[in-house]
């Protein structure tokens, strides 16, 4: 089943505004930690021959520092601004498909960002899948915590319609395979290209 395009959208997209978008060539991935934006978008950036980046990982080779450290010296305010300039940079470019942290959509100028220069892809997962795919992990900031769920839960109720906002594209990350997961949203987004 194909993602619904612009779900949850009230405003439609102008012919110019969508024209100035995919001129950049620029796709954007978004959606919760652990809904799949690096692991995925490395394969989709390989069968669109689109140049992938990490938002996560530009900052840290940018900085020298990890996004843990930068959270805990700067707190989430400073990272918030770091990763505002680093979007900005990226999103410069052309022809690059961009892993954007869980946390981007929070501030407007990232939203901003995010609908005037790229494709918006919404990998929507919820929070039990999330769960799983992070049970073991241990470098999120936001993550240190004893109540997971309740961490996520609130993060979802936050965010999501923040995803839902800005998304072009909203694809359900299921529990599928790395590689059909990819082409099944590369078809996806040829459908949201070739339509009338």
């Known amino acids: ?112 960002i995010l609908r005037e220069r790229g494709l918006v892809v919404y990998l929507k997962t919820p929070v039990s899948q999330q769960i799983k795919r992070l049970r073991r992990d241990k470098s999120r900031p936001l993550l240190q915590t004893d109540d997971r769920k309740e961490k996520l839960l609130r993060l979802a109720a936050e965010r999501d319609p923040l995803y839902a906002s800005v998304a072009d594209i909203e694809f359900p990350a299921r529990n599928r395979s790395l590689d059909v997961a990819a082409e099944k949203l590369a078809e996806a987004i040829r459908e949201y290209g070739n339509r009338p």
């Open 1 to 112: 089943m194909l993602p619904k395009f612009r779900a949850g959208c009230t405003q439609p997209l102008s012919k110019a505004h969508d024209a100035m978008k995919a001129a950049s060539g620029n796709i954007f991935l978004i959606g919760p930690m652990g809904s799949g934006k690096t692991t995925i978008g490395q394969r989709l950036a390989n069968l669109l021959g689109l140049h992938f980046l990490d938002c996560d990982h530009e900052l840290e080779a940018h900085t020298g520092a990890s996004v843990s450290l930068i959270f805990e010296i700067e707190g989430e305010q400073g990272f918030r601004e770091r990763e505002s300039r680093m979007l900005d940079e990226l999103s410069a470019r052309k022809g690059v498909l961009i892993a954007t942290g869980g946390g981007t959509v929070i501030r407007p100028e990232n939203r901003k």
